[in-house]
């Protein structure tokens, strides 16, 4: 082997160099383990700290932010994800631990987030391709709050491609869960956004819902079942325009099958004195369904290209009654014109509806009737209060239809032709 021709006072001058550098990556090494850890201890981290890069395979990231999701648990600490071009490919199967927050850095995008040439969205952004696990399941005292949740394989124009994913976001069904955050969160070609249907002998409590926008292709935002102690949604907007920005708006086709597997927008079961305010959807079957075991306040909404606005329902006189104001409902698609109804009430309890107004119409995203049958339909035993509401876009002879066992009064109503109703 031929003899180096380096002087020796060079290869000094080299072997001190390595050795510096040597020392500088150790260095900053160290720095970074301690920064990671010093970022543990103090709660707040990173996604990319972790090891949840653009650039990984979904279950690689998956992974590890699991992992970190387990480590910040006992710290009630957060997780941030960083804005990132395209976002992160991510598989489901995540469970978000008690105590720990998802934070990205969005409002609710209601017509989407865009990539330079509008392919598709960006930023705090989960991809999902997963098809046969729900993406995250939520235990007590957690939060997802600025976060949007994209399914690029969801089809937006062909009807006979609809992809049936499971639930984004759901809870855990095998213990209580309480105290739950969900806050300004985008879905994108979601199928089930949001399930919180606890399991006997389970329950959830104090889950808020706000500022969360999508437009489900099951028909199905958010589902609440045996939540005792106040379920909040609240400031929440579906609408098949919602990726309008990067040019994935859902045609006439595809929302018609949406409306055609007749389920309900928001659905709500066994809850204690619900809160909802402030409520859109279009183009699906049902707005807001009440179940047989809830009572509650809803107020300020408009239920747009439905078949049915408000479905309610009650198993007893007691705590089955509802207070319903400042609301709009334009009911307009079905099969038959019959079954078109605004606001459907049955069974038991007291329903008092103040300043709903129903105009329906027609509305070319859609297929539809034009019309409704009437504004309001009562069968069973329950009893209505109408007051200051008006009637329009109905083809029946009346706008009221009551059964002989239920009971409705009207105050300050007017009909189609503006006239005072008296009923």
């Known amino acids: 082997m031929a003899e180096s021709n380096i002087p020796n006072d060079r290869m000094q001058d080299y072997d001190a160099m390595k050795t ?34 653009p650039g990984n395979t979904p279950q690689t990231n998956r992974d590890n932010l699991q992992a970190a999701i387990d480590r910040m648990s006992p ?27 998802l934070l990205g850095a969005h409002g609710p995008t209601g017509r989407g987030t865009a990539l330079p040439d509008r392919s598709g969205p960006t930023g705090s952004l989960f991809v ?23 399914y690029p394989e969801q089809t937006w124009n062909d009807a006979d491609r609809i992809i049936a994913y499971p639930p984004t976001i759901q809870l855990a069904t095998e213990q209580n869960v309480q105290g739950v955050t969900l806050s300004c969160l985008t879905f994108y070609g979601e199928y089930f956004a949001m399930d919180f249907r606890a399991v ?16 489900p292709l099951s028909g199905q935002f958010i589902a609440i079942d045996r939540c005792y102690d106040v379920p909040r949604i609240l400031h929440c907007h579906v609408n098949p325009a919602n990726m309008r920005e990067f040019k994935r708006t859902f045609t006439r086709p595809v929302i018609d099958a949406v409306v055609h597997r007749k389920t309900f927008t928001y659905w709500i079961d066994h809850t204690d004195n619900a809160q909802l305010m402030d409520l859109f959807t279009f183009g699906n079957y049902g707005g807001i369904y009440l179940g047989n075991e809830t009572y509650g306040q809803l107020t300020n909404f408009n239920f747009d290209c439905v078949g049915v606005g408000i479905y309610k329902t009650g198993s007893q006189w007691k705590n089955r009654n509802w207070q319903i104001a400042q609301g709009s409902i334009i009911a307009n698609v079905g099969e038959r014109l019959e079954d078109v109804h605004p606001i459907l009430i049955e069974g038991k309890g007291h329903t008092s509806l103040a300043n709903v107004e129903c105009f329906s119409g027609d509305n070319p995203a859609l297929t539809n009737l034009g019309a409704s049958w009437d504004y309001i339909t009562v069968n069973g035993e329950a009893s209505v209060t109408l007051t200051g509401c008006r009637m329009q876009g109905y083809k029946a002879d009346s706008p009221i239809h009551v059964s002989p066992t239920a009971k409705l009064h009207a105050i300050g109503c007017e009909d189609r032709d503006n006239n005072l109703l008296s009923y």
């Open 128 to 150: 999902i391709t997963d098809r046969e696990h729900p993406f995250l399941t939520v235990e007590s005292a957690s939060q997802v709050r600025g976060i949007q949740f994209y």
């Open 200 to 215: 006997a002998p389970h329950i959830c409590e104090q889950i808020l819902f706000e500022h969360c926008y999508g437009y």
């Open 20 to 53: 510096k550098c040597s020392t500088f990556l150790f260095t900053l090494l160290l720095v970074c383990l301690f920064t990671a850890s010093e970022a543990y201890a103090q709660g707040y981290l990173s996604v990319q700290a972790v090891g949840v890069l």
């Open 75 to 101: 710290l009630g600490g957060v997780l941030y994800v960083e804005p990132v071009e395209g976002g992160y490919p991510m598989q489901g199967g995540l469970v978000l631990r008690r105590n720990v927050t």
